[in-house]
C-alpha cells in the first residue's frame, strides 16, 4: 500500500501529521486550462539543453531520488506522495507549443521532453499531449529530445522516426540499475529496466538514435556501469551520460525515509557513501558540482564510465545526438514550409 506522506511543505505555514495510520496515497488528476508559457528555458550550465516542454507536473513513476518532486512544492502540494499521486495535466500544451514555435523570437533551439516529469507517464496512453507536441516539433523540424523510463514511447516511432528524418532527435532512457530489487525499491513504479532496454531495443531497430542514461549514480547502491553500458550496446544505444545522485531540498529527507524502509540492512552504508561523495552533505546545489560527486568514489565512477564507453564506441563526436537549428522551418498558412 502506497500512504501518503510528504515532507513539510516550506512555503505553507501549516503542515500536516496523521494521528494513526495515514490514508492510501490515491491517484488525482488535475488538468490544467491557464498553463501560460510551454517551453522552459533552464540556464543551469551543467545540464546540457536550454528548452524544455513538461505535460505533466509530477510523475507517477514515483523515484523516491527525484530531484523534480519540490516544484510540486510551488503549487502548495507535498514533495512526497502527492508529486506521485497528484498529477497536473497540461492539456493546452499542444496549443501552447504551436504558438510559442510561430513566435519570431523562437530560432529552433532543441527541445528537450521532458524534465521535470516523465514525458510517457501512463496517463500520456490517455492524453497524447506528448505525442501531439513531437508532431508539432516534426512539423516545424524542430530538433527534439527525449528523456524517459518508459516503454510507451513504443507508440510513437512513427513519430520518432520523421522527426529523425526532418529534423534530429535523440532518446535517452535512464536506466541506473540492472537488478529488480534496488529499481523496485528506488523507482517504485517505474518500468522494470529489462522493459527499458527492450523499448531501446525497439527504437534502435526503427533507426532512431538511443542512449543510455545511467542516473542518478546512487553511492553505495549503483555498481552495474558495465553491465549497463554492455546491455545498451546489445540494445543499440550509441550515447550515454552519468550523473550523481541529487536531493534538492525536501527530496533528502523523503529518499532517506523510504531507502530505509525498503532497504532496512543497506540503507546506512548508502547514506554514509553518499556523504563521502559529497563532500559530509547529502547534497550540493551548486553549479558545476551537482551533477557529479566528489572524492575517491565518484572520480573512481567516472574513470569506470569513460573506459567502458570508449571500449564500447559510445559517445563518438561525429555523432551528435541532439541536432542544430538548420532544420526548423515554420509551415506557411498554406501548409508549405519556409524559413
Ligand atoms: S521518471 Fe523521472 S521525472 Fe518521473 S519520478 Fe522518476 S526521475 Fe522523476
Redesign the pocket.
Known amino acids: 500500500m502506497h500512504y501518503v506522506e510528504n515532507p513539510p511543505n516550506p512555503w505553507l505555514t501549516h503542515s500536516v501529521e496523521w494521528l494513526g495510520e495515514p490514508p492510501e496515497a490515491k491517484l488525482e488528476v488535475f488538468e490544467e486550462t491557464e498553463t501560460r508559457g510551454i517551453i522552459a528555458h533552464n540556464d543551469s550550465p551543467d545540464v546540457g539543453f536550454d528548452f524544455t516542454v513538461n505535460c505533466y507536473r509530477g510523475?507517477i513513476?514515483?523515484?523516491t531520488?527525484?530531484?523534480?518532486?519540490p516544484t510540486h512544492e510551488y503549487l502548495g502540494y507535498g514533495a512526497g506522495t502527492d508529486?506521485?499521486r497528484k498529477i497536473v495535466v497540461k492539456v493546452k500544451a499542444p496549443e501552447l507549443l504551436r504558438k510559442e514555435l510561430m513566435k519570431p523570437s523562437w530560432r529552433g533551439d532543441e527541445i528537450v521532453f521532458?524534465f521535470?516529469?516523465?514525458p510517457y507517464?501512463p496517463l500520456e496512453s490517455h492524453y497524447k499531449l506528448t505525442r501531439q507536441c513531437l508532431e508539432i516539433c516534426a512539423e516545424f523540424r524542430n530538433p527534439v529530445g527525449v528523456i524517459?523510463?518508459s516503454a510507451l514511447i513504443r507508440r510513437d516511432i512513427d513519430v520518432l522516426q520523421e522527426l529523425t528524418r526532418e529534423a534530429s532527435l535523440g532518446v535517452f532512457f535512464?536506466i541506473p540499475f540492472t537488478d529488480r530489487e534496488s529499481a523496485r525499491a528506488v523507482?517504485p513504479f517505474?518500468p522494470l529496466p529489462d522493459a527499458r532496454f527492450h523499448a531501446m531495443a525497439d527504437l534502435a531497430a526503427a533507426g532512431i538514435k538511443v542512449g543510455i542514461g545511467i542516473a542518478p549514480v546512487i553511492p553505495g547502491l549503483s555498481s552495474d556501469i558495465p553491465v549497463l553500458l554492455k546491455r545498451a550496446k546489445e540494445a543499440g544505444a550509441t550515447h550515454a551520460f552519468i550523473n550523481m545522485l541529487r536531493l534538492p531540498g525536501s527530496v533528502a529527507p523523503y529518499f532517506e525515509e523510504r531507502l530505509r524502509e525498503k532497504l532496512p540492512t543497506k540503507a546506512e552504508r548508502i547514506l554514509n557513501r553518499i556523504r563521502e561523495a559529497r563532500g559530509g552533505k547529502m547534497n550540493s546545489s551548486m553549479f558545476g558540482e551537482r551533477m557529479r560527486g566528489k572524492g575517491q568514489y565518484w572520480e573512481a565512477t567516472e574513470h569506470l564510465f569513460r573506459i567502458h564507453c570508449e571500449r564500447l564506441g559510445f559517445n563518438k563526436k561525429r555523432e551528435h545526438v541532439s541536432g542544430s537549428r538548420s532544420t526548423f522551418r515554420r509551415p506557411s498558412a498554406q501548409g508549405n514550409l519556409f524559413s
Request: with cysteine; hydrophobic share 20%.
Open positions: 510523475c513513476h514515483g523515484c531520488y527525484c530531484f523534480s518532486r508529486f506521485d521532458s521535470t516529469s516523465d507517464v524517459t523510463k535512464t523507482e517505474a
